[in-house]
């Protein structure tokens, strides 16, 4: 079983940036027979959770939801076991509980936070105006 911990949240100004990490406890994510997604989602008060990007652990392919394109990017670290999410010119809309998620099967990409098989605690970004 796949286990998940985010780090990086913090508070900080619009216009700036800031980087979570996702580290995840098992060693191999790819193999011959499957291949993990990795998503990121946030949830904002009163508000559902929402799809932001997912990376293929295998081929590193990324998709992303259209209101952060151009801003967020997610990356991952093989030999760290850790899925990345840079975000830059932060905006008071992006404040929010982030999530990283893992799903363990086929296709590509995967937006829907259903189909994720486990969960982080989720890490709390505040943008400041």
């Known amino acids: 079983q796949v286990q998940l911990v985010e780090t990086g949240g913090g508070v900080v100004q619009a216009g700036g940036s800031l980087r979570l990490s996702c580290a995840a406890s098992?060693?191999?994510?790819?193999?011959?027979?499957?291949?993990?997604?990795m998503g990121w989602f946030r949830q904002a008060p009163g508000k559902e959770r929402e799809f932001i990007g997912c990376i293929n652990w295998r081929d590193a392919r990324t998709n992303y939801a259209d209101s952060v394109k151009g801003r967020f990017t997610i990356s991952r670290d093989n030999a760290k076991n850790t899925v990345y999410l840079q975000m830059i010119n932060l905006e008071p809309e992006d404040t929010a509980v982030y999530y990283c998620?893992?799903?363990?099967?086929?296709?590509?990409?995967?937006?829907?936070?259903?189909?994720?098989?486990?969960w982080g605690q989720g890490t709390q970004v505040t943008v400041s105006s």
């Open positions: 098992r060693r191999t994510f790819s193999s011959y027979y499957n291949s993990y997604v």
């Open positions: 998620a893992a799903e363990i099967g086929s296709g590509f990409p995967i937006t829907d936070a259903r189909r994720y098989d486990v």
